[in-house]
């Protein structure tokens, strides 16, 4: 009765009354809460001028440059506020799920969440470079991969080294491609030019290229064998409220009269998804037809019995006779990307790993002085209830939170970043590279284990001189 009443009259220097009026202390309104408020504020704030407000492109884009950096200084000034209030809520789950070891880590943090928010500052930065960097390598492949796919409707493409395009009869050529590689099918489309659509407000510049209607499917279009008419895109069909079968009046820049003088009207014969320009006119429509529509690109589908190097073979000999058309893969083109894009990821990765380095070997560094300027709480807690294995666990736990709330706070904070800064350029999707960002993430686990083994492996049996520490 006599140890109970003392313990009773000083159970206010007691670690856990500590803790607790310290978190007390901690969890006033302080100006870092008005801080976040006022950055948060102002992200939204430019978030809605940039897109409701703003009538430039610039202005848009420095509106979401501004929420860019104060989306950033929200989150570096929201980490300990949020982190203080998750653990807070998560104790009691803690203590019943994990253990009183776990709950004590908890509660040992809590009072140090600002003292050592530099620490989550560090992983921050570090996750959210790598978030980006990664994100926009990724992008930028994944964007040049369609490009170059959406280029190559077939395997083999037989493109002019002239932009205006290569003189010639395409239907003949590619007559000679079918016949000198057995079950191929070919199609062409020439270097695109320009009608006019005399609509009925304006009239209204058009691109048009010119192909062989009878071999669309090559191009995964529908065949037809109305040559007279037209075939329009279906972005363009639904601009201007066009219908399969409908009757467009067409007309052309003349020159010596300087005015548009009408063609004539010509009927949609199909309306496409897959093409680029406005309008596709066949070969054999001599009335749309201008002298300057030359061959582009030859598209050959071909089977996958013939061999590479006789398809490469047959097609050198037909290009002799076409001496500015070349002869290109799609195999090739991506690999020719994909070393171009392995070029990228190195000089990313070098500058990566010395950034990592830099970033892990300070990291080491607070965490041995953090362990360091503990020792004597943890001889005490050793002394009181805790084993080795325990201690481990406690040092374990305490540094994970720390690089744990740094790691998810600048995930969050690197994929909002890629948000707004994809927004300046509102350049649509964009793609993680989840492989490099793991790494990263295991890496920082890697050292914590690593630092939390070192600082533990010994016994440390002199607790006598550890308390006086």
Not at 156 to 169: C, F, P, Y
Not at 258 to 267: K, L
């Amino acid at each position: 009765m006599l140890l109970a009443s003392t313990a009773y009259r000083k159970r206010d220097v007691l670690p856990l009354h500590v803790l607790r009026d310290n978190l007390k202390s901690a969890s006033r309104p302080t100006q870092r809460k008005r801080l976040v408020l006022a950055s948060s504020g102002l992200t939204v704030s430019l978030i809605l001028f940039a897109e409701v407000i703003a009538s430039t492109d610039g202005a848009r884009a420095m509106a979401w440059l501004g929420a860019t950096v104060a989306f950033l200084l929200s989150m570096h000034l929201a980490t300990p506020l949020l982190l203080q209030g998750m653990l807070h809520r998560t104790e009691p789950i803690v203590r019943r799920l994990v253990g009183p070891t776990s709950f004590v880590a908890f509660r040992g943090v809590l009072p140090q969440l600002r003292k050592n928010a530099w620490l989550m500052l560090i992983v921050q930065v570090l996750i959210i470079i790598v978030v980006i960097g990664s994100t926009f390598l990724e992008t930028v492949q994944q964007n040049e991969r369609k490009y170059i796919i959406s280029q190559y409707p077939t395997e083999v493409v037989l493109k002019s080294r002239l932009d205006e395009g290569t003189k010639g009869n395409p239907l003949q050529l590619i007559r000679r491609i079918e016949t000198e590689l057995p079950g191929a099918k070919a199609t062409f489309l020439s270097s695109r030019n320009s009608f006019e659509y005399k609509s009925p407000q304006e009239d209204v510049s058009i691109e048009y290229e010119v192909t062989d209607y009878r071999r669309l499917d090559v191009l995964e279009g529908e065949q037809t064998s109305d040559t007279e008419g037209i075939i329009v895109s279906r972005t363009f069909a639904k601009t201007h409220s066009l219908e399969k079968g409908d009757m467009l009046p067409l007309g052309r820049w003349d020159g010596e009269q300087e005015r548009s003088v009408s063609v004539g009207q010509f009927r949609i014969v199909g309306i496409e998804k897959k093409i680029a320009s406005d309008v596709l006119v066949d070969w054999r429509n001599e009335q749309l037809r201008q002298a300057n529509d030359h061959i582009l690109n030859v598209y050959i589908d071909v089977p996958s019995e013939l061999k590479k190097a006789q398809v490469t073979t047959t097609l050198s000999e037909i290009t002799e006779s076409y001496p500015t058309l070349q002869v290109n893969r799609l195999s090739n083109a991506l690999r020719d990307a994909e070393q171009q894009t392995t070029e990228r990821w190195f000089v990313f990765l070098i500058a990566l790993v010395v950034i990592s380095g830099s970033v892990w070997f300070g990291l080491a560094n607070a965490l041995l002085s953090f362990v360091s300027g503990k020792r004597g709480e943890y001889a005490l807690l050793r002394t009181i209830a805790l084993k080795r294995n325990e201690l481990r666990q406690l040092t374990l736990v305490q540094m994970l939170l720390f690089i744990g709330s740094g790691v998810i706070f600048g995930l969050i904070s690197g994929v909002g970043t890629t948000f707004f800064v994809t927004r300046i350029d509102d350049t649509g999707s964009f793609y993680f590279n989840v492989p490099t960002i793991a790494g990263t993430i295991a890496g920082l686990v890697v050292l914590v284990v690593g630092i939390a083994w070192f600082v533990t492996r010994r016994k440390q049996e002199n607790l006598v001189h550890e308390l006086k520490q």
